[in-house]
């Protein structure tokens, strides 16, 4: 009879772990500071390109930009983002308040509208343009007669030499363009109103110019203090009568005879050069494009 060894009737363990449960589940809040961190990197790398890549002054405009401004209200027409408040259609750049115009609508009682609002549309004769508007464009056409003039004159070689003779200057009434003369060119035979070759072809070019513009004339002769008596005449009577025959070449020239304001002769009240009263830059002849509106008084 065989003995069996007593190893093999040894109960057989099984070693079990027990599992743990799993940690409560703690939300995707590290995804969002995860993506910040991202994100700041990626701005601060892109920092350190453009300063790599950037000159001083590119460097300079870039800061600017980001710099805080604060609105001074006024002076102020609105934002100050892309434009900064800023308007394209005024010169000095301020946005021009909103004005009403055109008939307003009134509330009505009773009726199939219960009260609402009834509006007549407003006729052609109603909408009247904004008076900056109308000073914007007095600028745009004197800019336009500066540059139509002074071209001609640089395509002209008789007139070329000339160009110094002419002198735009803007007042309060509008631009004003001055014909003067000089110690070796002359507009007019001596003490008469009768104009040089070159002095009538002169004018002729401005008065092409300006027959182009919409805008009223004024006419101003002027003469040194140099004492003028001939037939009863002056400097009076001599300025007077240049300024009328100034109006008739523009007339002839294409100038409507409706658009002229004023003709006048100032003598010598007026000199270009007040230092000295016989310099010859004081005779002269001052043709005024007047603005639709009065312009604020140049400073001193």
Known sequence: MKHESPTQFEPEVIYRKAKKGHAAHHGGAWKIAYADFVT??????????????????????????????????????????????????VEDGFAPHATVTGRQPIAVSGGDTGGAL????PQPKDLKPAPGSRRTADD??????????????????????????????KTRDGLRIDIVERADFSMFTSGTSVFSPDALQLLRTVARAVADTPNALT???????????????????????RADA??????DAGVAPNRFRRIEGVADTDPFNPADRLD??????????????PLPLPPH
């Open 40 to 89: 700041a990197m990626m701005a601060f790398f892109l920092l350190m390109w453009l300063i790599g890549a950037t000159n001083e002054q590119q460097r300079k405009g870039i800061a600017d930009y980001f710099t805080p401004t604060v609105i001074q209200m006024k002076n102020s027409g609105g934002s100050n983002g892309l434009f900064g408040g800023r308007s394209l259609q």
């Open 118 to 121: 009834a509006a007549k549309t």
């Open 140 to 169: 745009s056409r004197f800019r336009k007669v500066e540059s139509v003039v002074n071209a001609r004159l640089a395509g002209d070689p008789t007139l070329k030499g000339l160009k110094g003779q002419i002198r735009y200057v």
């Open 219 to 241: 006419v101003r002769g002027h003469t040194d203090a140099a004492p003028y008596a001939k037939g009863g005449a002056n400097n009076w009577t001599l300025s007077s009568l």
């Open 246 to 251: 100034t109006r008739r070449v523009l007339t």
């Open 280 to 293: 010859p830059r004081n005779r002269r002849i001052s043709i005024t494009l007047m603005t639709h509106e």
